[in-house]
């Protein structure tokens, strides 16, 4: 008889809601929610509604002994401590710093562990997902910033002092004026490639400044030269630092994850040009290409991610 699946409590904590479930070691999730982050009444209040979720799973599936929590960074993952999160902010004011794993495990009293989200998604796609074969991997998460996420020799690649390599922030354009980044500098990857600044640089094109990136795509669909001239431009970028992080970890796979990845197949093939020629003369003695790829586990790759720390396959 095959050995029975283990079940883990996973959830994966963004600024604006909370994915929490139950989730076996094979990777099936059993139960999950998606709810909004009760973030405006403050850190402990936040930290109350996880610990309400969990109770009631635990109640449902007594045998959890282990739970494992995605989170939007910084963070430290070896000690499970938020260090003053840049999306968590009540009225208040900043959280600082938040131990939020003994916190939560006094809580529901199983173990708790933190992970940054992007490095959760990249275990997921890992243990699960496009990454699967591939120990050398990097997938780039498309949203309101470009999150990044690297596996090298088969183990995650962590920054120094513990902290999760910002590969997004690398500067691709020094003093682009019309690239302002998130993190105070101008010309960062994150300033082209996250969706959200794809609309903000490709919606001057449009007589309609309230267009979307999916109104964007479609009309891109329907050979809109306004448009596909936007996804040329984005895929010029793109490959400007897939190059850089093909020079800084080898990945043999990227892959492309997060709401704005849904227009990938508009920007793919372009990239895939631009990157040939930035990576011609690297082709001749080992072929550096990457595959590039979409995510297929949409967006469950957070809550996989905290499932696959909680189940200690790290
Ligand atoms: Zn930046």
Known sequence: MAKKAQLVLAYDLGGTKVHAGVVD???TILDEVRVPVVLEKGKAAVIEQLAQIGRNYLKKYPSIKSAGIASAGPLD??????????NFVSEKGTWGRVPLAKLLAKKIKISVRLENDAAAAMLA???LGAAKKYDDAMILTLGTGLGTGIIASGELVRAGRGMHPEAGHVIIHHNDNSAPCGCGNLGCAEAYLSGRNFTRRARPRFAQPEYMAKDIANLARKGDPRALAAFEEYA???AIAIHNYVVLYAPRIIVFTGSFAEAADLFMDSTRVHLDRLL???RKGMDFMPKLAVSKLHN????????FIALNRK
Do not use: C, F, I, Q
């Open 25 to 27: 070691s094979n990777g």
């Open 125 to 127: 796609e890992h243990w």
């Open 280 to 282: 011609l003369r690297r």
């Open 300 to 307: 469950k790759a957070g809550l996989l991610g905290g499932a």
């Open 77 to 86: 993952p070896k000690n499970g401590v938020l260090l003053d999160p840049t």
């Open 236 to 238: 010029h970028y793109m």
